[in-house]
């Protein structure tokens, strides 16, 4: 065979087949071709190798010893070409792109390690952006098509597929349900215990921008009672809010865990008469819910948290 002349693929095939069958007419049907094209794939392939591959016996065919040599190094090119097919099938079928995620709260909250672990393994080829804000600075750009996925904090959240009132743009799966817990700085019992919201209302409190989950569980408390709670500062960060609340500078709203926590640990006082309920959500938009990439990476988020 000389260096320029091209190795056919069904001719490999041929020879490979014709050898284990020991037979022209069974290695044809195997290839669905005519024992004479066999034949002649095989005539070809002993003139370019410039080999005798077969004898003939009474029994079919019988590989020479150039022919048996040959034989695992065709093997081996047919078994490479089909590992290079389902090669480019996997890679044909790989999710890949950039996948933008808004996140709240603190990572272990929104198990946010396990969610991306999840998506790493199952997805690889998926970049990820995340984008630390507020709950409704999430759901916004969610539904403007800044961000792909996002964890959102409603407090209603008591049926999947809606979320924040209901709205039909949004797919969304309640993760989990908690409590906020209204706590006052140490000393502040006389204040609020045995206290409703029209006498917490009167007190100092820690307003939060318009944004976040806190402002918007206080609106649906206060509002309807025409009430507007004495804010004394604002702020956005749960940090800041803790370090204020521990200064003695007035109410705020801490999750039900960590209010128990501090109030353990630093003796904040914690209302005993009222509490807001609320959900932690994972939203997409409904139109894209099915997209590869979102895909994706609603099913890492059900294995994160299942």
Request: hydrophobic residues 45%.
């Given at each position: 065979?000389?260096?320029?002349?091209?190795?056919?693929?069904?001719?490999?095939?041929?020879?490979?087949?014709?050898?284990?069958?020991?037979?022209v007419s069974r290695a044809a049907a195997r290839l669905h071709l005519t024992q004479p094209a066999v034949s002649l794939q095989l005539k070809r392939l002993a003139?370019?190798?410039?080999?005798?591959?077969?004898?003939?016996?009474?029994?079919?065919?019988?590989?020479?010893?150039?022919?048996?040599?040959?034989?695992?190094?065709?093997?081996?090119?047919?078994?490479?070409?089909?590992?290079?097919?389902?090669?480019?099938?996997?890679?044909?079928?790989?999710?890949?792109g950039a996948l933008r995620i808004g996140t709240i709260l603190d990572p272990e909250f929104t198990r946010?390690?396990?969610?991306?672990?999840?998506?790493?393994?199952?997805?690889?080829?998926?970049?990820?952006?995340?984008?630390?804000?507020?709950?409704?600075?999430?759901?916004?750009?969610?539904?403007?098509?800044?961000?792909?996925?996002?964890?959102?904090?409603?407090?209603?959240?008591?049926?999947?597929?809606?979320?924040?009132?209901?709205?039909?743009?949004?797919?969304?799966?309640?993760?989990?349900?908690?409590?906020?817990?209204?706590?006052?700085?140490?000393?502040?019992?006389?204040?609020?215990?045995?206290?409703?919201?029209?006498?917490?209302?009167?007190?100092?409190?820690?307003?939060?921008?318009?944004?976040?989950?806190?402002?918007?569980?206080?609106?649906?408390?206060?509002?309807?009672?025409?009430?507007?709670?004495?804010?004394?500062?604002?702020?956005?960060?749960?940090?800041?809010?803790?370090?204020?609340?521990?200064?003695?500078?007035?109410?705020?709203?801490?999750?039900?865990?960590?209010?128990?926590?501090?109030?353990?640990?630093?003796?904040?006082?914690?209302?005993?008469?009222?509490?807001?309920?609320?959900?932690?959500?994972?939203?997409?938009?409904?139109?894209?819910?099915?997209?590869?990439?979102?895909?994706?990476?609603?099913?890492?988020?059900?294995?994160?948290?299942?």
């Amino acid at each position: 065979m000389t260096a320029a002349a091209p190795m056919d693929l069904q001719i490999l095939r041929a020879f490979v087949l014709a050898a284990r069958e020991g037979s022209v007419s069974r290695a044809a049907a195997r290839l669905h071709l005519t024992q004479p094209a066999v034949s002649l794939q095989l005539k070809r392939l002993a003139e370019d190798t410039g080999l005798q591959l077969f004898t003939r016996t009474p029994h079919g065919l019988a590989l020479t010893a150039d022919g048996a040599a040959l034989l695992p190094q065709a093997e081996r090119v047919l078994a490479a070409v089909g590992d290079l097919q389902q090669a480019a099938r996997n890679l044909q079928s790989t999710v890949r792109g950039a996948l933008r995620i808004g996140t709240i709260l603190d990572p272990e909250f929104t198990r946010l390690g396990m969610f991306l672990r999840e998506l790493v393994e199952s997805a690889p080829q998926i970049e990820t952006e995340l984008r630390h804000g507020m709950s409704g600075t999430v759901l916004a750009q969610v539904l403007r098509g800044e961000l792909d996925v996002g964890f959102h904090l409603d407090a209603d959240g008591d049926a999947d597929g809606d979320a924040d009132g209901g709205d039909a743009a949004l797919a969304a799966r309640t993760l989990t349900r908690f409590t906020y817990r209204v706590v006052a700085p140490a000393g502040w019992g006389p204040q609020v215990t045995g206290r409703d919201w029209k006498a917490l209302a009167a007190l100092p409190w820690l307003a939060t921008p318009p944004e976040s989950a806190h402002h918007r569980l206080l609106e649906r408390v206060f509002g309807p009672l025409g009430l507007a709670p004495r804010r004394v500062a604002l702020v956005d960060q749960e940090a800041s809010m803790l370090d204020l609340l521990k200064s003695g500078v007035g109410l705020s709203l801490l999750r039900d865990s960590i209010a128990i926590r501090e109030s353990q640990a630093h003796g904040l006082v914690l209302a005993d008469r009222v509490q807001l309920d609320c959900a932690l959500r994972f939203v997409s938009l409904a139109a894209r819910r099915n997209e590869p990439v979102i895909a994706s990476a609603w099913d890492a988020l059900t294995r994160a948290w299942s």
